[in-house]
């Protein structure tokens, strides 16, 4: 089963973001707004089982924190994906590592860590460059305090739902 370990920000960021996942995003109905943390990795049941108690203790360990979300940037030329910039900030940076060493199975990440909210992906390279120079004139400024990260399962539809939430200082 394909897993994968994410945060989801607020409602009002979430709101935000499907504005224009909504009209950008052809995965949108798929998994809400969120910031990856682990991607897509595949994982039997014993393992799960392991990967879930190691995730507790990271949760436990770890105090609530806040995220900034910036502004509008892109990954072009890599891929015409648009989306909201998280700042990075040394809490997410360490709850990033804590879940590419250990007991996690390793996925070979292409890229560096970005931290960010998709809003529009898989364009076409027109369609790209209207929607980026739109988008990159609107005022992106929220503030986030970040307090639990999930682990999702994908669905044999290609949807993704929670698995489990993993609060931030509980047992």
């Known amino acids: 089963m394909k897993y994968g370990i994410v945060i989801f920000p607020s409602k009002e960021i979430q709101d935000e973001a499907n504005a224009f ?3 950008y995003d052809p995965k949108y109905t798929n998994i809400p707004p969120h910031i990856t943390l682990k991607p897509t990795f595949e994982m ?8 879930v108690r190691e995730l507790k203790k990271i949760a436990n360990e770890t105090e609530p924190f806040k995220i900034n979300v910036t502004k509008v940037k892109s990954f072009a030329p890599v891929t015409y994906t648009i989306y909201f910039k998280v700042e990075p900030t040394p809490e997410l940076n360490a709850l990033y590592d804590k879940m590419h060493t250990g007991k996690f199975p390793t996925t070979k990440d292409q890229h ?13 390279e027109d369609e790209y460059s209207d929607i980026y ?14 307090d639990r990260f999930q682990l999702c399962y994908q669905i044999e539809n290609g949807f993704w739902t929670v ?9």
């Not at 039997?44 to 990967?51: G, N, Q, S, T």
């Not at 698995?163 to 047992?171: A, H, L, M």
């Open 21 to 23: 996942r909504k009209r």
């Open 44 to 51: 039997d049941i014993p393992k799960r089982d392991e990967i």
């Open 112 to 124: 560096p860590f970005v931290p960010h909210i998709t809003i529009a992906q898989d364009l076409v």
């Open 133 to 146: 120079a739109s988008l990159q004139m609107k005022e992106i400024e929220y503030e986030d305090t970040i």
């Open 163 to 171: 698995y489990d939430t993993f609060v931030f200082g509980q047992e």
